[in-house]
């Protein structure tokens, strides 16, 4: 006998919810590749990514997921033997210095840790100990998926201006494009990458990377080869360069369709106001929730965490206990923890609160990881639904946490 029937939900840190008006978007026949609606769109759908960016330097989309970006911008701009810093607080920063590894890059992990932002300070000394100028780059993320930290973007170009240094500044927004707020040009990036299936709420299969003149300078040195070279994706005027082959056709429908609701009809400060909110009512519960000591949030200081996802810390073993009753009993399927040492693996858990969401998917998330706690008699504080429902009752569109 089970309660789980009806609608089943995704609250993992991507892939998201898909709005049924993307998925309706796609649902019709293959489009010509020759000429018509995908020829006619192309341009319009670069423009508005841009804007998504807060760029007005370049796009390119490649049929590819978010590991796809990564290895875009690095094989654009990097060849063997080049040195890079890579600040690493987590899991996907981590693993975007090795992907740079497997290409010939000589890379310098800063690493801070599961619960550690990227402190200015030391990639300053690390710069500023580079008298050579050996380091061609310096590569971070605003959101790490796996520990929830945000970093402070704007803070790391400070740090390498007021190191006089002039390695190219690589942000992967992955985990946070159309979350928390970014703007590219405005915070000094060079390259930016990003993927359609988080806060862009798209199926997975498309990547993004947006890049500055600069950036577009060391393409040559680099050498990038024919599908990964970003030069006729973001320049090019004619169709099938533009791909680099078939386009892929539904993808760009539902991106159309995503970029409409973002861009045309909410508006990107509404989107982040959107994402905060949400945020601060999933660690309303967690603190609440936390009164009673088995659980806690990652990261504590709320400055830095991320506004799409959440991780959570357990007493052994009980995250893993709770996401295994989310997903086989509420039709609830949680984040698995990612990063940690291999021992933790059952002590932690993460809330995706990212992209097509409303007050009913937030309570209802909340609600199943409750209902999930007192099925098990895993301790925890009393109030939490309430706490949220508070917070997004108090919804006013601002951004600042
Ligand atoms: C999800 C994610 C990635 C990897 O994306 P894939 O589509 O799984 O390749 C990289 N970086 C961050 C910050 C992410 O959240």
Redo the contacts with the bound molecule.
Sequence with gaps: MSLNHGRSILAI??PSVVPDRVLNAMHRPSASIYDGELVEMTDGLLDDLKRVAGTDGFAAIYLA???GA?EAALRNTLNHGDKIVVLSNGF?SHKWGTVAETLGVRVEFIEYGMTGYADPMRLEEVLRADTKGEIKAVLA?Q???SSSVRNDVAALRAAIDVAGHDALFMV?C??SLGCDRFEMDALGVDVMVS?G??GMMNP?GLAFVFFNDKADATRVHANPGQYWDWTDRAKSKSFYPRWSGSPPGHLMFALRETLNMMVHEEGMPAVWGRHTTIAKAVWAACDVWGQAGALRLNIDDPARRATGVTTINTDPGMAHKIRMWCQNEAGVTLGNSLGFPPEELEDHFRVGHMGHLNIHMVMGVLGAIETAMIAQDIPHGSGALAAAAKVLSAHTNAEGI
Excluded: L, R, Y
């Design positions: 840190p991507g997921n978010g590991h990564w996907f993320v959101s790490e998926t992967d992955i985990a993927a299936q988080k997975i």
